[in-house]
């Protein structure tokens, strides 16, 4: 091959990640910069330059190079921009893919992290061979990315699909999402959603180990609720029954729409598996119209102990 690499790129809050990654889905090297280091963009697209360039000379210099992918919170793959990311020190419309593209003479792409994943996942991942699926990623918030036809769903404006947002609680005490509406669908089966599940279940004064950690004044986690849950904490246990009866009724309404071959979960939540997935395919099936029943798999990311980000983004050029 003439351009036997790619080069993926996580870009997040706190640090930006480049790695050089074959058609295999190796990544043969990777290198990294503090993101909030760079308030102009401009010097942090020279930043961007300056760590990938002994990167790519590593594995033979940019002519082997076939593209570079973006993974990034609030990127536009339409327009090639960066819209607003709260937790980026960038404002208004930045135009990455742009001031890259001529900085380094070849193809950039970019979408939202959500979408890469989805794209890892068909590429190098659980998605393999599969052309209708969708790819849940359940961390602080609940990310998605739909593929129907092969093709990542954007929408009319780049945006489409964001199912961590859907409503799925109208009463009148839905709980606050970080979005500023009520009743989303991440604020019951992200991290902080599990977190919320669990005090919530405390507050009935029913014994449980989890009391132990909030009397010494420490924060409860995701990760100390599936250790009660593997001790077999009863409410522990039942926090996570509860998110996976979520996480299956939601699926079930998201079926009716692009009737996918699976749902591939991917994040820390989901290493807790054992405890949430009965609950969420028994859910799943009792709850989609029946045409439905049966036919959908429900799988855990083959990319979890790898850098997902990353090969997510080389994804997109692959």
């Not at 945006?159 to 606050?176: C, K, N, Y």
Request: glycine letters at 12%.
């Amino acid at each position: 091959m003439s351009h036997p690499y790619l080069i993926g790129v996580d870009l997040g809050g706190t640090n930006t990640v480049f790695g050089i990654v074959d058609y295999n889905g190796n990544i043969v090297c990777e290198s990294s910069i503090k993101t909030q280091s760079y308030p102009d963009i401009h010097e942090f697209v020279e930043a961007c330059v300056r760590s990938i360039t002994p990167l790519m000379n590593q594995v033979g210099g940019r002519q082997f190079i076939g593209g570079m992918g973006i993974g990034a919170p609030n990127a536009n793959f339409y327009t090639g921009t960066i819209e607003e990311a709260p937790n980026l020190p960038w404002k208004g419309k930045v135009p990455l893919v742009q001031l890259l593209s001529e900085l380094l003479g070849m193809k950039v792409v970019i979408t939202n992290d959500a979408n890469a994943a989805a794209m890892g996942e068909m590429v190098y991942g659980a998605a393999r061979g599969m052309r209708h699926f969708v790819v849940i990623t359940l961390g602080t918030g609940v990310g998605s990315g739909i593929v129907i036809d092969g093709q990542l769903v954007y929408g009319s404006d780049g945006f489409a699909g964001e199912l961590g947002h859907m409503i799925i609680d109208t009463s009148p005490h839905a709980r606050l999402c970080s979005c500023g509406r009520r009743g989303c669908f991440e604020t019951y089966c992200s991290a902080r959603g599990i977190i919320w599940t669990a005090k919530e279940l405390m507050e009935s004064g029913r014994p449980t180990l989890l009391q132990e950690l909030a009397d010494q004044g420490k924060e409860l986690s995701a990760l100390e609720i599936y250790k009660a849950a593997r001790q077999g904490d009863e409410l522990a246990i039942e926090t996570f029954r509860r998110t996976g009866e979520t996480l299956g009724a939601t699926c079930a309404n998201i079926t009716t729409f692009c009737s996918p071959e699976a749902y591939i979960f991917f994040g820390g939540p989901m290493r807790s598996h054992e405890f949430i997935m009965p609950a969420l395919k028994e859910t799943y099936n009792r709850s989609v119209l029946p045409i439905y029943r049966n036919r959908c798999q429900f799988l855990l990311s083959e990319l979890m102990d790898r850098n997902a980000a990353v090969l997510g983004a080389a994804a997109l050029v692959a």
